[in-house]
């Protein structure tokens, strides 16, 4: 009887724990077949394992645990699974793709770095790729993310240089830390006539703000995105140093209109009137916040009544439309506040109750119906994904002129807050400087290029003006391809030309060389001539004519695009579509640079207050920048 014969060292799979080959009485091995050392079971032998796998999963499975158990006696030698033996190299493709998205995740979703280090997070990747191999926190912070800014930063630069002009936005805020971060948005149209918007920087900024200092720091922004040639424009806040940064700068200059409005409107905030009632209706929304009690019989007069399920709100000082927000708020829910107010169970646990009267309920209204044209002019002006700058000259001129006092207004507050709002706007935007760029900016939208808010000289005056530029620059744009074509000819002659070979008298010429021939000699003279002198229309005369033919096309409807009419007619209007990608491409505020501000907010916290800069930075513009 043939006797079973242990597997040779040599192969180190667990299954040959189960498994051997035959040997005869003569001891001859038979190494074409194994034998399964349980059930004797036979099988064909092919140099691999699966059969025998197979048969223990199938019949032995019972065994199947013991497959992880050391093979050998040899001391501290433990047999590798078939996933360790198969882990990803950490630059393989699939890896880098794994690490990439990681880094992807930490800056889009504004995540700590040692979200690599959490144990749930690590549990999830394991199950997703067994053979992927987590890099450290460290890698992240210094290798992966930075590589992933590196990029995002190459697409912006490429993005940047082929566009002819780019509007900066500039604001200063202080975290956590108190440091103090200065972040410079950037706008412009892309050849798809689409406004884009990136954030280029957030850098600290521990020099004085003062107007030199922050002149040199948007000149080295210029300098290191490569935007120094693109007539920058300046969109910052009221504040006299950006003013004077513009100035050092040369650069245009646009001050930011939400701000303008925020000015306006806390003027009439601060009217004696409407500052007492904000104060009221400010102690009773902060009762209501601190008292369980209280809040819990809002929430059931709620009910009752069939209101929204909405908090009150609290304003905040710098905000004015917090303050209309409040009283907005306050009205919506006024009839459960007033109700969870005269509650036996408010009235037990409260020393002090705060009430509105009719006279003050009405006069909130008076205010909101007041500071409503202010409020959705706000709105209007902080879009980012559509041309904003060509709404200020209408939209300023019809504020002003839906402010003045109105004799025929019964209420005496909104007589009162639309004379100080009118007031403050009227001496906003005054400057030759400001108007023109402004007007010009209106004038080449096509919703507003009528520019019937302005006095028939003023509207001249504009038009001129953007001819009289456009004819500038359709003349460097000449100057630049006569240039071009002069370089190009100055070095065909230089280079060296074959020599020419003269036609023997017996070379044969076929007769369409021979009838063009005559055709010059019977014609040239006078064809060639008035070929040589074509008409030639100057830049200002071809402006005039394309200026003509705009004003004359019917005004585009306030709820289409602008940048998509001048996509469809940009071959209609050759210079002037230049000059509106030049214009169309400003905002009307620096709220993109502000927005920066709250999301800095959630990544410089107090449980991440150790970041660097340069980690602030990076991280802030992936989260406005990457795309995923």
Known sequence: MDKLRPAPSHLKSDVWQHFGFSEDTEGVVDKSHTVCKVCSA??????????????????????????????????????????????????????????????GFIAKDLRPYSVVENQGFRTMLQVLEPRYTLPSRRYFSETAVPALYSECK????????NTDRVAITCDAWTSITTESYVTITAHYITDEWKLAACVLQTRAMSESHTGANI??????????????????????????????????????????????????????????????LLGRVRRIATFFHRSAIANHQLKEKQKQLNLPSHKLKSDVI????????????????????CAALLSQEVRKGAAEIFTLTESDISCSEDVITALKPMKDATLLMSEESSPTACLIAPLHAKLI???????????????????????????????????????????????????????????????????????????QEVHGNLEDSTVKEANISVSPQPEVTELQDDCPTTSKGRASSLLHNL???????????????????????????????????????????????KVSFPVLSKMAKRYLCIPATSVSAERVFSTAG?????????????????????HKNLVL
């Open 42 to 103: 036979k099988f064909k032998y092919f140099g691999n394992t699966t059969n025998m796998k197979k048969h223990i999963t199938r019949f032995h499975s019972e065994l199947e645990k013991q497959h992880s158990l050391p093979i050998t006696n040899t001391p501290g030698y433990i047999q590798r699974t078939l996933d360790q033996v198969a882990k990803l190299p950490p630059n393989s493709e699939k890896a880098k793709r794994i690490t990439r998205s990681v880094a």
């Open 154 to 161: 190459d697409h912006i630069l490429e993005s940047l240089s």
């Open 215 to 276: 002149a040199e720091l948007l000149h080295n922004v210029s300098d290191e995105w490569k935007i120094r040639n693109k007539d920058l424009v300046l969109v910052s806040d009221n504040a006299s140093n950006m003013a004077v940064a513009a100035q050092l700068g040369k650069f245009s200059h646009v001050r930011c209109y939400a701000h303008t409005l925020n000015l306006a409107s806390q003027r009439a905030l601060k009217l004696p009137s409407v500052s007492r």
């Open 318 to 337: 710098t905000r004015w439309n917090s303050a209309y927000e409040m009283l907005e708020r306050f009205l919506e829910q006024q009839p459960a506040v």
């Open 401 to 475: 002129q839906d402010m003045k006092e109105n004799t025929e207004e019964k209420s005496v507050m909104i007589r009162e807050i639309k004379r100080v709002i009118c007031e403050d706007l009227s001496k906003r935007y005054t400057t030759d400087q400001e108007t023109s760029l402004l007007n010009k900016c209106a004038s080449l939208d096509p919703r507003f290029k009528a520019l019937p808010f302005l006095s028939k000289e003023k509207r001249e005056e504009t038009y001129k003006t953007v001819i009289t530029e456009a004819s500038s620059l359709q003349e």
């Open 523 to 569: 014609l040239g003279k006078t064809f060639s001539d008035a070929s040589d002198t074509p008409y030639h229309q100057s830049p200002s005369a071809l402006v005039e004519e394309e200026m003509t033919r705009y004003c004359s096309t019917p005004p585009l409807p306030l709820t289409e695009d602008p940048l998509n009419w001048w996509h469809v007619n």
């Open 602 to 622: 959630d990544i410089v916290t107090a449980q991440r207050s150790t970041l660097t800069s340069e980690h602030v930075d990076q991280l802030l513009f992936l």
